[in-house]
């Protein structure tokens, strides 16, 4: 099956400063990524996704970038705010039936 | 907004006794998951079902079964709690291949 590895595990960044996510995966043909964001007490929420037609995608503060010869996926955000606080998952999916989720990043914003 | 909803926050069972863990989702999506979530494993797929009365195993399905009988509920159960289920259950729903929407979660203790 996929392997999905994500790294760092935990991140701290000054407010304004910008945060960079990475995970690889293993499976050529996985060709849907998504991104997620897990506040403290709540479930999951999806943030960006990008899909495997398309390099790079970006909505306001938030960039995914996905490149497939090397099976990699980051994410970035920039001008970075105490809210951003929270840890982010990445995900890989070839069928949309089953994810590969990676360890996932607690990241912190200091003020 | 799509709206997926877990019966229970919290709950603290008993070694052996039989648990069940209720999700309902409210935008007449076809798919539904079942995932646990453990500190540095991220999340891991127990099952998932793509319609009414199917069902596909995960990663990890042993000592879990599930039940869907209606489309819009999919239920966990664990037939005979064990300590090492104790941990974050998220419920997930999709339409086609699509992202998925989380559940608040139900973090479940077996003592």
């Known amino acids: 099956g996929e392997n999905v590895e994500q790294h760092p595990s935990t991140l701290s960044v000054q407010e304004g400063d910008s945060a960079v996510i990475k995970c690889t995966y293993s499976?050529?043909?996985?060709?849907?990524f998504p991104w997620y964001k897990q506040e403290l007490g709540k479930g999951p929420q999806l943030i960006i996704d990008?899909?495997?037609?398309?390099g790079e995608k970006k909505d306001q503060r938030i960039a995914v970038t996905l490149n497939k010869t090397a099976k990699h996926f980051s994410l970035h955000i920039t001008e970075t705010q105490p809210e951003d606080s929270a840890v982010y998952f990445c995900?890989?999916?070839?069928?949309?039936?089953?994810?590969?989720f990676g360890t996932g990043t607690s990241l912190t914003v200091i003020p | 907004d799509v709206k997926v909803t877990q019966s229970s926050r919290y709950l603290v069972k008993r070694t052996g006794e039989k648990v069940f863990l209720e999700c309902v989702q409210d935008?007449?999506?076809?798919?539904m998951f079942w995932y646990r979530q453990d500190p540095g494993l991220g999340l891991r797929l127990i099952y998932f079902?793509?319609?009414?009365?199917?069902?596909e195993k995960g990663d990890i399905p042993e000592g879990y079964s599930v039940s869907r009988e209606k489309k819009e509920r999919f239920s966990l159960i664990l037939e005979s709690a064990s300590t090492n289920q104790t941990s974050m259950y998220l419920c997930?729903?999709?339409?086609?291949?699509?992202?998925?929407?989380f559940g608040p979660g139900t973090r479940l203790t077996v003592t």
């Open positions: 997930a729903s999709s339409w086609g291949k699509n992202e998925q929407y």
């Open positions: 499976d050529s043909a996985s060709n849907y």
């Open positions: 990008i899909r495997s037609n398309v």
């Open positions: 995900a890989a999916s070839k069928t949309g039936n089953q994810f590969y």
């Open positions: 935008m007449d999506h076809e798919n």
């Open positions: 079902s793509y319609d009414v009365k199917m069902k």
